[in-house]
């Protein structure tokens, strides 16, 4: 894809010791996204095998992803289009639970308002609006 970036880099010295902090912060642009309506896919820190992972958070993200993955394949997206869109679309991930032992729970923020078409769960089910006949080209060492 296209795109364009601007930064401004500040340097302070000694800013490790004065804020006590390891990594880089980082302040958002003034000129962000602005979505209003969000479907959130759930995982817990159980893995595709049925197998628990003890508080494991990057499991739980990890079945966020894959629930809203097999959500879009639905629509008639491939696996790769789904998970290319999860790649550059404006989504938010977040650590919502890591106190429900022995379970973590993360979400995954998709922004409905970058369809041409209604992704909402309705009674009717999905209606598949892609063709999929255009597969996206993976690595070949995968």
Same mark, same amino acid.
């Given at each position: ?6 930064? %401004?880099?500040?340097? &302070? %010295? =000694? ?12 302040? !958002?642009? !003034?000129?962000?996204?602005?979505? %209003? =309506? ?5 995982? &817990?820190? $159980? ?9 494991? $958070? ?7 992803? *894959?629930?809203?993955?097999?959500? *879009?394949? %639905? ?14 679309? @404006? ?6 639970? $890591? $106190?429900? &032992? !022995?379970?973590?729970?993360? /979400? *995954?923020? *998709?922004?409905?308002?970058?369809? =041409?078409?209604?992704?909402? @769960?309705?009674?009717?089910? @999905? /209606? ?8 996206? !080209? /993976?690595? @070949?060492?995968?």
């Amino acid at each position: 894809m296209a795109g364009w970036l601007h930064i %401004k880099v500040g340097v &302070i %010295k =000694d800013g490790v010791a004065k804020y006590g902090i390891r990594n880089p912060i980082f302040r !958002p642009s !003034p000129i962000t996204p602005n979505y %209003k =309506d969000y479907l959130i896919f759930e995982g &817990i820190s $159980v893995d595709e095998s049925g197998a628990q992972h003890y508080l494991d $958070v990057h499991v739980a993200y990890r079945q966020a992803c *894959l629930n809203a993955i097999e959500y *879009l394949k %639905k629509f008639g997206y491939s696996g790769a289009q789904a998970y290319s869109i999860l790649g550059v679309a @404006p989504v938010q991930g977040h650590i919502s639970g $890591v $106190v429900d &032992i !022995p379970n973590a729970c993360a /979400t *995954l923020y *998709l922004p409905t308002e970058i369809f =041409d078409f209604d992704i909402m @769960p309705n009674a009717a089910g @999905p /209606t598949k609006f892609i063709a999929g006949g255009v597969d996206m !080209p /993976t690595s @070949p060492d995968v």
